[in-house]
């Protein structure tokens, strides 16, 4: 069975290239883009504190939650379909959510554009190492796939300024649309409809139901009674069991019938799985740069909401260089592994240099610096882990593989991001009461933050060095594995 053609022409390779790119990065800039907006949001629709977190969390909730079904729906529907159904389904949520003048609207098309969003990014990654399978293209795909999946979320920040301040927070949904539309045109002309791998034995449906209900739990209870009851609550401790418990169910029902929606199979890889492993650490990590950087910039330094985004440019900036021009070339020279690590190191460094950050900080001396290192960091270490984590995909699998490490990041981020702002905001309300000054205990708290998210980042790297391999021995076990039957060769040998 010849790879599945979907893009025949080289130039037209490309040019399917950033229209998918396109379709991610307005799918990540939705995770970011309605922050800028929540106040805006709040007065004009009338939310109160605690309702007003569903705006976001009922996008997590539903995004999170069906990655991994996506993905494999896509292996065996068609990804070219399922990205297209995902755009449309996407592009209408966006023009409900623009519409909405109630707060049960506005929720209510926030959780179809999670769906939507799932549908659409889940399949991205698999796709693109199906359109490129000579290494050196491959590696350079990836690392413009990795730049927009990774700067999305700095990109959003800036966009949701603008949007917000120079027209109004509805237009942070309408402006979706036409992009949408046009991304769907596009990829109608550009992609071949690849037919997918079909259900063989039948649908799955017990391990669908098992794997979504454990995800969307778990989304749930670390967005809402993790962050506002503490991870010791009994409903935490509660519905957290419950979410294993589903997990445990789904892996014993992979393991026993005949045709497991997800196979276990992927999981036999050590570079599949410990980047899976290092992408959930490296993002949980991650997100305090991002979003509690966010609120040092605007609860200490005074910064607007434009000013924000124009703060983490220097981020993007950096990044979309060494992903774009460079990381094909490092990856190929050194190999995904070597290229890895020295980038997660400067992750590290960044954050614990924006631990240093004082109260009346400047951005050239305080600021700019953990940004740089930010930038060149994840422009080196994220291609190279994007890379790893599709390394022992087969054809079968790419949609699955692909779908397993957008759920990683969304998990981890969403994990690392209620952990890191829970244990921020504790030590700030101890320092509060302890008769410390605001802005210096909010500091302080952030702090704490980027230190705990640095060690994340380290402990990232100790499953690197100890669970990896070089790629020699990658491919040498590998190729030792027996293939299941009507299994396609590994997309890539890259990582």
């Given at each position: 069975?010849?790879?599945?053609?979907?893009?025949?022409?080289?130039?037209?390779?490309?040019?399917?290239?950033y229209?998918l790119c396109?379709?991610?990065?307005?799918?990540?800039?939705?995770?970011?883009?309605?922050n800028?907006?929540?106040?805006?949001?709040?007065?004009?629709?009338?939310?109160?504190?605690?309702s007003?977190?569903?705006?976001?969390?009922?996008?997590?909730?539903?995004f999170?939650?069906?990655?991994?079904?996506?993905?494999?729906?896509?292996?065996?529907?068609?990804?070219?379909?399922?990205?297209?159904?995902?755009?449309?389904?996407?592009?209408?949520?966006?023009?409900?959510?623009?519409?909405?003048?109630?707060?049960e609207?506005?929720?209510?098309?926030r959780?179809?554009?999670?769906?939507?969003?799932?549908?659409?990014?889940?399949?991205?990654?698999?796709?693109i190492?199906?359109?490129?399978?000579?290494?050196?293209?491959q590696?350079?795909?990836?690392?413009?796939?990795?730049f927009?999946a990774?700067?999305?979320?700095?990109?959003?920040?800036?966009?949701?300024?603008?949007?917000?301040?120079?027209?109004n927070?509805?237009?942070?949904?309408?402006?979706?649309?036409?992009?949408?539309?046009?991304?769907?045109?596009?990829a109608?002309?550009?992609?071949?409809?690849?037919?997918?791998?079909?259900?063989?034995?039948?649908?799955?449906?017990?391990?669908?139901?098992?794997?979504?209900?454990s995800?969307?739990?778990?989304?749930?209870?670390?967005?809402?009674?993790?962050?506002?009851?503490?991870w010791?609550s009994?409903?935490?401790?509660?519905l957290g069991?419950?979410?294993?418990?589903l997990?445990a169910?789904?892996?014993?029902?992979?393991?026993?019938?005949?045709?497991p929606?997800?196979p276990?199979?992927?999981?036999?890889?050590?570079?599949?799985?410990?980047?899976?492993?290092?992408?959930a650490?490296?993002?949980?990590?991650?997100?305090?740069?991002f979003f509690?950087?966010?609120l040092?910039?605007?609860?200490?330094?005074?910064?607007?909401?434009?000013?924000?985004?124009?703060?983490?440019?220097?981020?993007?900036?950096v990044?979309g260089?060494?992903?774009?021009?460079?990381?094909?070339?490092l990856v190929?020279?050194?190999?995904?592994?070597?290229?890895?690590?020295?980038?997660?190191?400067?992750?590290?460094?960044?954050?614990?240099?924006?631990?240093?950050?004082?109260?009346?900080?400047?951005?050239?001396?305080d600021?700019?610096p953990?940004?740089l290192?930010?930038?060149?960091?994840?422009?080196?270490?994220?291609?190279?882990?994007?890379?790893?984590?599709m390394?022992?995909?087969?054809?079968?699998?790419?949609?699955?593989?692909?779908?397993?490490?957008?759920?990683?990041?969304?998990?981890?981020?969403a994990?690392?991001?209620a952990?890191?702002?829970?244990?921020?905001?504790?030590?700030?309300e101890?320092l509060?009461?302890?008769?410390?000054?605001?802005?210096?205990?909010?500091?302080?708290?952030?702090?704490?933050?980027?230190?705990?998210?640095?060690g994340?980042?380290?402990?990232?790297?100790?499953?690197?060095v100890?669970?990896?391999?070089?790629e020699?021995?990658?491919?040498?076990?590998l190729?030792?594995?027996?293939e299941?039957?009507?299994?396609?060769?590994?997309?890539?040998?890259?990582?």
């Open positions: 069975m010849s790879l599945p053609k979907l893009a025949r022409a080289p130039r037209n390779r490309w040019i399917a290239l229209v396109t379709g991610m990065l307005m799918i990540v800039l939705d995770v970011t883009v309605v800028v907006a929540l106040p805006t949001i709040q007065d004009d629709l009338g939310f109160s504190q605690a007003l977190a569903w705006v976001v969390n009922a996008y997590l909730i539903s999170g939650g069906l990655l991994l079904l996506a993905g494999r729906l896509g292996d065996i529907l068609g990804r070219t379909r399922m990205f297209l159904a995902g755009l449309a389904v996407f592009t209408v949520a966006s023009l409900l959510c623009g519409l909405a003048q109630s707060q609207l506005l929720v209510g098309a959780f179809l554009q999670g769906v939507g969003g799932a549908m659409t990014s889940a399949v991205i990654l698999g796709m190492v199906t359109m490129f399978p000579e290494p050196r293209e590696a350079k795909a990836i690392g413009v796939f990795a927009v990774s700067a999305g979320g700095s990109i959003g920040l800036l966009a949701g300024g603008v949007l917000t301040q120079s027209i927070w509805h237009w942070i949904f309408f402006v979706n649309v036409p992009i949408a539309i046009a991304t769907a045109v596009l109608g002309r550009l992609l071949d409809r690849d037919k997918g791998i079909g259900f063989g034995g039948g649908a799955d449906v017990p391990g669908a139901v098992l794997i979504t209900s995800l969307m739990l778990g989304v749930y209870t670390i967005v809402k009674p993790a962050a506002q009851l503490g010791t009994a409903q935490t401790l509660a069991a419950g979410s294993l418990a997990l169910a789904f892996v014993v029902r992979e393991a026993r019938t005949g045709n929606l997800v276990l199979r992927i999981f036999r890889s050590r570079n599949v799985s410990g980047a899976n492993v290092i992408q650490l490296s993002v949980a990590g991650m997100f305090g740069m509690l950087g966010s040092y910039l605007q609860r200490v330094l005074g910064y607007s909401a434009l000013e924000i985004g124009l703060a983490f440019m220097p981020v993007t900036i990044m260089t060494l992903s774009v021009r460079y990381s094909e070339r190929m020279r050194f190999g995904a592994r070597r290229t890895l690590l020295p980038g997660m190191g400067l992750i590290a460094a960044g954050l614990l240099l924006f631990a240093l950050a004082p109260v009346d900080g400047s951005y050239v001396q600021v700019l953990p940004m290192l930010f930038g060149f960091g994840a422009g080196l270490a994220f291609p190279a882990l994007m890379n790893l984590a390394s022992s995909a087969t054809q079968e699998d790419a949609g699955l593989a692909s779908g397993l490490v957008n759920t990683s990041a969304q998990v981890g981020g994990l690392g991001l952990v890191l702002a829970t244990l921020s905001a504790t030590r700030s101890e509060i009461d302890g008769g410390t000054a605001a802005a210096s205990a909010l500091t302080d708290g952030y702090h704490l933050a980027f230190v705990i998210g640095a994340l980042v380290l402990a990232a790297i100790l499953v690197a100890t669970v990896l391999q070089p020699d021995h990658a491919e040498t076990e190729a030792s594995e027996p299941p039957a009507g299994a396609q060769p590994a997309l890539s040998e890259t990582g």
